[in-house]
Protein backbone atom coordinates (compact mmCIF):
# COMPACT_ATOMS: atom_id res chain seq x y z
CA UNK A 1 0.00 0.00 0.00
CA UNK A 2 1.17 3.27 -1.03
CA UNK A 3 2.12 5.39 1.97
CA UNK A 4 -0.46 8.50 1.29
CA UNK A 5 -3.29 5.69 0.17
CA UNK A 6 -6.84 7.14 0.56
CA UNK A 7 -6.39 11.17 1.39
CA UNK A 8 -7.45 13.33 -1.33
CA UNK A 9 -5.23 16.82 -1.65
CA UNK A 10 -6.63 19.87 -3.62
CA UNK A 11 -4.10 21.94 -5.06
CA UNK A 12 -5.21 25.31 -6.25
CA UNK A 13 -2.99 25.91 -8.86
CA UNK A 14 -0.21 28.65 -8.25
CA UNK A 15 3.39 29.91 -9.18
CA UNK A 16 4.97 27.62 -6.66
CA UNK A 17 2.89 25.05 -5.75
CA UNK A 18 3.25 22.15 -8.27
CA UNK A 19 6.05 20.34 -7.15
CA UNK A 20 4.50 19.89 -3.86
CA UNK A 21 1.47 18.12 -5.48
CA UNK A 22 3.57 15.49 -7.07
CA UNK A 23 5.71 14.76 -4.50
CA UNK A 24 2.87 13.71 -2.44
CA UNK A 25 1.00 11.78 -5.78
CA UNK A 26 3.92 9.90 -5.77
CA UNK A 27 3.38 9.01 -2.47
CA UNK A 28 0.11 7.62 -3.49
CA UNK A 29 -2.26 10.57 -2.38
CA UNK A 30 -5.42 11.48 -4.72
CA UNK A 31 -3.83 14.75 -5.98
CA UNK A 32 -6.74 17.01 -7.76
CA UNK A 33 -5.33 20.25 -9.11
CA UNK A 34 -7.51 23.10 -9.66
CA UNK A 35 -7.10 25.54 -12.42
CA UNK A 36 -8.83 28.41 -14.08
CA UNK A 37 -11.32 27.85 -16.78
CA UNK A 38 -8.42 28.78 -19.45
CA UNK A 39 -5.91 26.45 -18.20
CA UNK A 40 -3.11 26.88 -15.14
CA UNK A 41 -0.37 29.60 -16.20
CA UNK A 42 1.76 26.47 -16.19
CA UNK A 43 0.41 24.98 -19.56
CA UNK A 44 1.24 27.51 -21.29
CA UNK A 45 5.49 27.67 -20.43
CA UNK A 46 8.06 26.36 -22.90
CA UNK A 47 9.36 23.53 -23.63
CA UNK A 48 6.49 21.85 -25.34
CA UNK A 49 6.50 18.47 -26.94
CA UNK A 50 7.85 18.26 -29.87
CA UNK A 51 7.81 22.06 -29.90
CA UNK A 52 4.19 21.98 -30.60
CA UNK A 53 2.62 24.71 -28.69
CA UNK A 54 -0.10 23.93 -27.10
CA UNK A 55 -1.96 23.64 -23.43
CA UNK A 56 -1.34 20.25 -23.13
CA UNK A 57 2.16 19.98 -24.52
CA UNK A 58 3.91 22.04 -21.99
CA UNK A 59 7.18 19.83 -20.50
CA UNK A 60 6.79 22.28 -17.55
CA UNK A 61 3.32 21.31 -17.02
CA UNK A 62 3.80 17.76 -17.63
CA UNK A 63 7.13 17.47 -14.70
CA UNK A 64 4.91 19.32 -12.06
CA UNK A 65 1.82 17.64 -12.84
CA UNK A 66 1.94 14.26 -13.20
CA UNK A 67 -0.15 12.06 -11.38
CA UNK A 68 -2.85 14.67 -10.56
CA UNK A 69 -6.34 15.16 -11.73
CA UNK A 70 -7.81 18.55 -13.42
CA UNK A 71 -10.42 20.18 -12.65
CA UNK A 72 -11.71 23.98 -13.89
CA UNK A 73 -13.37 26.03 -11.51
CA UNK A 74 -13.22 29.89 -11.52
CA UNK A 75 -12.14 31.73 -8.64
CA UNK A 76 -12.29 34.84 -9.52
CA UNK A 77 -16.80 34.81 -8.77
CA UNK A 78 -18.00 33.72 -5.39
CA UNK A 79 -19.96 30.68 -7.27
CA UNK A 80 -16.36 29.58 -8.12
CA UNK A 81 -15.46 30.05 -4.15
CA UNK A 82 -18.82 28.32 -3.22
CA UNK A 83 -17.70 25.25 -5.55
CA UNK A 84 -14.36 25.34 -4.17
CA UNK A 85 -15.42 24.63 -0.85
CA UNK A 86 -17.71 21.90 -2.08
CA UNK A 87 -14.39 20.05 -2.94
CA UNK A 88 -12.37 21.16 -0.09
CA UNK A 89 -15.50 19.00 2.07
CA UNK A 90 -14.21 16.00 0.74
CA UNK A 91 -10.08 16.84 1.05
CA UNK A 92 -7.65 15.99 3.57
CA UNK A 93 -4.82 18.67 2.74
CA UNK A 94 -5.01 21.60 0.61
CA UNK A 95 -1.73 23.58 -1.05
CA UNK A 96 -2.05 26.72 -2.16
CA UNK A 97 -1.14 30.23 -3.35
CA UNK A 98 -1.43 33.26 -0.80
CA UNK A 99 -3.80 34.79 -3.22
CA UNK A 100 -6.70 33.16 -1.69
CA UNK A 101 -6.12 34.11 1.54
CA UNK A 102 -4.70 37.93 1.48
CA UNK A 103 -7.65 39.11 -0.43
CA UNK A 104 -9.75 37.12 2.28
CA UNK A 105 -11.89 35.50 -0.66
CA UNK A 106 -11.28 31.96 1.63
CA UNK A 107 -9.16 31.23 4.76
CA UNK A 108 -8.28 28.48 6.37
CA UNK A 109 -10.20 29.38 9.36
CA UNK A 110 -13.53 29.78 7.45
CA UNK A 111 -12.73 25.93 5.80
CA UNK A 112 -11.37 24.55 9.68
CA UNK A 113 -14.57 25.88 11.44
CA UNK A 114 -16.14 22.81 9.64
CA UNK A 115 -13.09 20.90 9.16
CA UNK A 116 -10.60 20.77 12.13
CA UNK A 117 -8.86 18.04 10.74
CA UNK A 118 -8.16 19.93 7.39
CA UNK A 119 -3.84 20.62 6.61
CA UNK A 120 -3.79 23.91 4.65
CA UNK A 121 -0.11 24.79 2.87
CA UNK A 122 0.26 27.97 1.63
CA UNK A 123 3.60 28.51 -0.39
CA UNK A 124 4.51 31.72 -1.47
CA UNK A 125 7.60 34.10 -1.99
CA UNK A 126 7.32 35.79 1.17
CA UNK A 127 5.00 34.11 3.16
CA UNK A 128 1.59 35.16 4.70
CA UNK A 129 1.21 38.86 5.38
CA UNK A 130 4.88 39.52 4.03
CA UNK A 131 5.21 43.75 3.35
CA UNK A 132 6.55 42.05 -0.11
CA UNK A 133 3.29 39.91 -0.72
CA UNK A 134 2.60 41.89 -3.93
CA UNK A 135 5.86 42.20 -5.37
CA UNK A 136 6.72 39.92 -8.88
CA UNK A 137 9.55 37.50 -8.41
CA UNK A 138 11.12 35.11 -10.88
CA UNK A 139 13.16 32.03 -10.11
CA UNK A 140 16.21 34.08 -10.61
CA UNK A 141 14.96 36.24 -7.67
CA UNK A 142 14.00 34.23 -5.52
CA UNK A 143 17.32 32.41 -5.48
CA UNK A 144 19.23 35.29 -6.10
CA UNK A 145 17.23 37.22 -2.73
CA UNK A 146 17.08 33.72 -0.65
CA UNK A 147 20.60 33.11 -1.08
CA UNK A 148 21.59 30.44 -3.27
CA UNK A 149 23.33 32.02 -6.13
CA UNK A 150 25.47 34.19 -3.99
CA UNK A 151 27.10 30.92 -3.12
CA UNK A 152 27.40 29.36 -6.20
CA UNK A 153 29.95 30.19 -9.29
CA UNK A 154 33.60 30.05 -10.05
CA UNK A 155 36.85 30.69 -8.24
CA UNK A 156 37.33 33.71 -10.69
CA UNK A 157 35.15 36.21 -9.44
CA UNK A 158 35.84 38.61 -12.32
CA UNK A 159 32.72 35.50 -13.37
CA UNK A 160 29.66 36.39 -12.26
CA UNK A 161 27.08 33.64 -9.88
CA UNK A 162 25.66 30.77 -11.28
CA UNK A 163 22.20 29.90 -10.63
CA UNK A 164 20.64 26.81 -11.12
CA UNK A 165 18.83 25.72 -14.05
CA UNK A 166 15.72 23.58 -13.95
CA UNK A 167 13.72 25.66 -11.66
CA UNK A 168 15.34 25.25 -8.88
CA UNK A 169 13.37 27.79 -6.40
CA UNK A 170 10.16 25.84 -7.20
CA UNK A 171 11.51 21.98 -6.37
CA UNK A 172 12.76 23.28 -2.96
CA UNK A 173 9.63 25.16 -2.15
CA UNK A 174 8.13 21.54 -3.32
CA UNK A 175 9.96 19.52 -0.92
CA UNK A 176 9.33 21.44 1.90
CA UNK A 177 5.70 22.14 1.05
CA UNK A 178 5.40 18.06 1.29
CA UNK A 179 7.76 17.98 4.02
CA UNK A 180 5.54 20.45 5.87
CA UNK A 181 2.59 18.18 4.96
CA UNK A 182 3.89 14.99 6.04
CA UNK A 183 4.85 16.71 9.59
CA UNK A 184 1.36 17.96 9.65
CA UNK A 185 -0.33 14.69 9.05
CA UNK A 186 2.13 13.07 11.66
CA UNK A 187 0.75 15.49 13.99
CA UNK A 188 -2.97 14.88 12.66
CA UNK A 189 -2.42 11.16 13.10
CA UNK A 190 -1.55 11.80 17.18
CA UNK A 191 -4.45 14.64 17.71
CA UNK A 192 -6.88 14.51 14.94
CA UNK A 193 -6.38 18.32 14.28
CA UNK A 194 -5.19 19.80 11.17
CA UNK A 195 -3.48 23.46 10.88
CA UNK A 196 -2.15 25.90 8.33
CA UNK A 197 1.58 25.53 7.35
CA UNK A 198 3.04 28.96 5.98
CA UNK A 199 5.86 28.09 3.56
CA UNK A 200 8.16 30.98 2.45
CA UNK A 201 10.01 29.69 -0.69
CA UNK A 202 12.79 33.05 0.39
CA UNK A 203 13.13 31.19 3.64
CA UNK A 204 13.48 27.64 2.35
CA UNK A 205 15.72 28.80 -0.24
CA UNK A 206 17.97 30.80 2.52
CA UNK A 207 18.27 27.44 4.50
CA UNK A 208 19.53 25.53 1.55
CA UNK A 209 22.39 27.85 1.20
CA UNK A 210 24.43 26.18 3.39
CA UNK A 211 26.42 27.93 6.04
CA UNK A 212 26.42 31.33 3.71
CA UNK A 213 23.61 33.07 5.68
CA UNK A 214 24.32 32.25 8.87
CA UNK A 215 27.49 32.63 8.46
CA UNK A 216 27.18 36.54 7.50
CA UNK A 217 25.19 36.56 10.55
CA UNK A 218 26.93 34.88 13.48
CA UNK A 219 30.60 35.83 11.83
CA UNK A 220 30.21 38.61 9.51
CA UNK A 221 32.37 36.82 7.47
CA UNK A 222 30.93 36.10 3.39
CA UNK A 223 31.59 32.93 2.35
CA UNK A 224 32.99 32.79 -1.18
CA UNK A 225 31.67 30.40 -3.94
CA UNK A 226 33.95 27.84 -4.99
CA UNK A 227 33.96 25.85 -8.35
CA UNK A 228 31.99 22.60 -7.28
CA UNK A 229 32.58 23.22 -3.76
CA UNK A 230 31.19 24.33 -0.75
CA UNK A 231 31.20 27.99 -0.14
CA UNK A 232 33.27 29.23 2.59
CA UNK A 233 35.15 32.33 4.40
CA UNK A 234 38.54 30.53 3.58
CA UNK A 235 39.72 28.70 0.06
CA UNK A 236 39.75 24.74 0.00
CA UNK A 237 41.24 22.41 -2.97
CA UNK A 238 39.97 22.03 -6.06
CA UNK A 239 38.26 19.30 -6.30
CA UNK A 240 37.27 19.15 -10.51
CA UNK A 241 40.01 17.78 -13.04
CA UNK A 242 39.56 17.11 -16.56
CA UNK A 243 40.02 13.92 -17.58
CA UNK A 244 40.98 12.40 -21.26
CA UNK A 245 38.05 12.34 -23.06
CA UNK A 246 37.75 16.20 -22.00
CA UNK A 247 35.19 15.42 -19.42
CA UNK A 248 35.15 16.75 -15.96
CA UNK A 249 35.40 14.32 -12.87
CA UNK A 250 34.78 15.28 -9.22
CA UNK A 251 37.67 13.57 -7.10
CA UNK A 252 36.09 14.11 -3.77
CA UNK A 253 37.17 14.03 -0.46
CA UNK A 254 40.72 12.78 0.02
CA UNK A 255 42.19 10.00 2.20
CA UNK A 256 42.26 9.78 5.57
CA UNK A 257 43.19 6.25 7.04
CA UNK A 258 46.50 4.41 5.89
CA UNK A 259 45.38 1.52 4.45
CA UNK A 260 43.54 4.13 1.71
CA UNK A 261 46.97 5.90 0.94
CA UNK A 262 48.26 2.03 0.18
CA UNK A 263 45.45 1.75 -2.37
CA UNK A 264 46.15 4.61 -3.83
CA UNK A 265 50.12 3.93 -4.49
CA UNK A 266 48.07 0.40 -5.68
CA UNK A 267 46.66 2.34 -8.13
CA UNK A 268 49.41 4.57 -9.04
CA UNK A 269 51.26 1.27 -9.49
CA UNK A 270 48.63 -0.60 -11.98
CA UNK A 271 49.07 2.35 -14.33
CA UNK A 272 52.48 2.83 -13.84
CA UNK A 273 52.75 6.38 -12.47
CA UNK A 274 54.33 6.37 -9.46
CA UNK A 275 57.58 7.49 -10.48
CA UNK A 276 55.93 10.26 -12.53
CA UNK A 277 54.72 11.22 -9.30
CA UNK A 278 57.84 12.49 -7.27
CA UNK A 279 55.35 13.40 -4.26
CA UNK A 280 54.49 9.40 -4.25
CA UNK A 281 57.27 9.24 -1.15
CA UNK A 282 54.91 11.47 1.05
CA UNK A 283 52.15 9.06 0.08
CA UNK A 284 54.35 6.21 1.51
CA UNK A 285 55.11 8.26 4.57
CA UNK A 286 50.66 8.13 5.11
CA UNK A 287 50.59 4.26 4.31
CA UNK A 288 53.49 3.80 6.75
CA UNK A 289 51.36 6.02 9.49
CA UNK A 290 49.69 4.00 12.48
CA UNK A 291 46.87 6.73 12.63
CA UNK A 292 44.73 8.88 10.46
CA UNK A 293 45.81 11.98 8.75
CA UNK A 294 44.36 14.82 10.49
CA UNK A 295 42.89 17.56 7.54
CA UNK A 296 42.31 19.86 10.37
CA UNK A 297 46.47 20.44 10.65
CA UNK A 298 46.69 21.66 6.82
CA UNK A 299 48.50 24.62 6.93
CA UNK A 300 49.57 24.24 10.54
CA UNK A 301 51.40 20.92 10.19
CA UNK A 302 53.87 20.26 7.36
CA UNK A 303 54.01 16.64 6.91
CA UNK A 304 49.99 16.55 7.58
CA UNK A 305 50.27 19.51 4.36
CA UNK A 306 52.55 17.41 2.44
CA UNK A 307 50.57 14.51 2.69
CA UNK A 308 47.58 15.64 1.77
CA UNK A 309 48.78 17.86 -0.91
CA UNK A 310 50.36 14.62 -2.37
CA UNK A 311 47.32 12.57 -2.57
CA UNK A 312 45.57 15.71 -4.80
CA UNK A 313 48.33 15.42 -6.71
CA UNK A 314 48.12 11.61 -7.45
CA UNK A 315 44.46 11.79 -7.96
CA UNK A 316 44.61 14.40 -10.34
CA UNK A 317 47.34 12.56 -12.18
CA UNK A 318 45.53 9.48 -12.22
CA UNK A 319 42.03 11.02 -13.08
CA UNK A 320 43.91 12.83 -16.52
CA UNK A 321 44.57 9.52 -17.83
CA UNK A 322 41.55 8.10 -18.35
CA UNK A 323 37.88 8.94 -18.95
CA UNK A 324 35.43 10.64 -17.05
CA UNK A 325 33.54 7.41 -16.42
CA UNK A 326 36.02 5.17 -16.58
CA UNK A 327 37.81 6.83 -13.23
CA UNK A 328 34.61 7.20 -12.00
CA UNK A 329 33.74 3.18 -12.14
CA UNK A 330 37.48 2.38 -11.11
CA UNK A 331 37.73 5.20 -8.22
CA UNK A 332 34.41 3.52 -6.81
CA UNK A 333 35.56 0.19 -6.92
CA UNK A 334 38.69 0.89 -4.76
CA UNK A 335 36.88 2.96 -2.64
CA UNK A 336 37.26 6.52 -2.88
CA UNK A 337 34.15 8.64 -3.39
CA UNK A 338 34.47 10.24 -6.73
CA UNK A 339 31.85 11.12 -9.33
CA UNK A 340 31.59 11.89 -13.35
CA UNK A 341 30.21 14.93 -14.41
CA UNK A 342 27.29 14.21 -16.33
CA UNK A 343 24.77 16.70 -18.27
CA UNK A 344 21.36 16.08 -17.59
CA UNK A 345 21.17 13.61 -21.07
CA UNK A 346 24.08 11.46 -20.08
CA UNK A 347 22.58 11.23 -16.66
CA UNK A 348 19.40 9.95 -17.64
CA UNK A 349 21.08 7.83 -19.85
CA UNK A 350 22.86 6.44 -17.67
CA UNK A 351 22.66 2.64 -16.99
CA UNK A 352 22.42 3.03 -13.27
CA UNK A 353 19.75 5.02 -13.83
CA UNK A 354 17.97 2.63 -15.76
CA UNK A 355 18.76 -0.03 -14.03
CA UNK A 356 17.61 1.94 -10.62
CA UNK A 357 13.99 2.33 -12.37
CA UNK A 358 14.03 5.90 -12.17
CA UNK A 359 13.55 6.50 -16.33
CA UNK A 360 9.78 5.65 -16.35
CA UNK A 361 7.87 5.46 -19.81
CA UNK A 362 4.65 7.27 -19.33
CA UNK A 363 1.79 6.61 -21.92
CA UNK A 364 -0.16 9.97 -23.67
CA UNK A 365 -3.24 8.71 -25.71
CA UNK A 366 -3.97 11.83 -26.34
CA UNK A 367 -0.79 12.04 -28.29
CA UNK A 368 -0.65 8.37 -29.24
CA UNK A 369 2.80 8.05 -27.68
CA UNK A 370 4.92 7.38 -24.66
CA UNK A 371 7.54 9.52 -22.93
CA UNK A 372 10.39 8.91 -20.31
CA UNK A 373 9.52 10.72 -17.06
CA UNK A 374 12.28 10.87 -14.37
CA UNK A 375 10.90 8.40 -11.61
CA UNK A 376 10.99 8.75 -8.02
CA UNK A 377 14.29 9.23 -6.11
CA UNK A 378 13.82 7.05 -3.22
CA UNK A 379 12.66 2.83 -2.92
CA UNK A 380 10.35 2.12 -0.19
CA UNK A 381 10.38 -1.50 1.01
CA UNK A 382 6.64 -1.42 2.85
CA UNK A 383 5.04 1.40 0.87
CA UNK A 384 5.67 1.38 -2.86
CA UNK A 385 5.45 5.01 -4.87
CA UNK A 386 2.44 5.05 -7.20
CA UNK A 387 3.16 4.44 -10.89
CA UNK A 388 3.17 7.66 -12.72
CA UNK A 389 -0.13 9.18 -14.71
CA UNK A 390 -0.12 11.05 -17.51
CA UNK A 391 -0.61 14.62 -16.50
CA UNK A 392 -4.21 15.79 -16.65
CA UNK A 393 -5.88 17.33 -19.53
CA UNK A 394 -7.30 20.72 -18.86
CA UNK A 395 -10.65 20.09 -16.61
CA UNK A 396 -10.46 16.16 -17.41
CA UNK A 397 -11.82 15.06 -14.38
CA UNK A 398 -14.69 17.91 -13.35
CA UNK A 399 -17.23 15.22 -13.33
CA UNK A 400 -15.59 15.43 -9.15
CA UNK A 401 -17.43 18.88 -9.21
CA UNK A 402 -21.00 16.91 -9.49
CA UNK A 403 -19.94 14.47 -6.90
Known amino acids: M ?27 ADVVVIEPPGGSPHRR ?16 WWSGNVGKRSVTVDLEHTGGIA ?21 GALTYDDVAADQQSLIWLVVSPFGLGSVRCDHPVTDL ?5 GGPVWNCGYDD ?12 SANIAGLYCAIGALVALAHRDRTGAGQLVDVSVNAVCNVSSEQATYHWLVNNETCVRQTSRHAYFTPSQK ?18 KPHEYGELLRWLDD ?51 MPAKQYFLESQRRGFPAGAVLSP ?23 DESFDYPGTPYVFGATPTSALRRPPLLGEHNTLLDE
Open 2 to 28: NALAGLRIVEISDQFTAVGGRLLAELG
Open 45 to 60: RPPFAHDDAGQETSLR
Open 83 to 103: TLRRLLASADIVISGAGLIER
Open 141 to 145: TMLAG
Open 157 to 168: HSLPPVRGAGEQ
Open 239 to 256: TQVRCADGSYATTGVLPR
Open 271 to 321: LGLRDVLPEAVFLELATARSTPVDIALVGADDETTAILTAAREAITLIASR
Open 345 to 367: DEAFEDEHIAARGFRVAVHHPEL
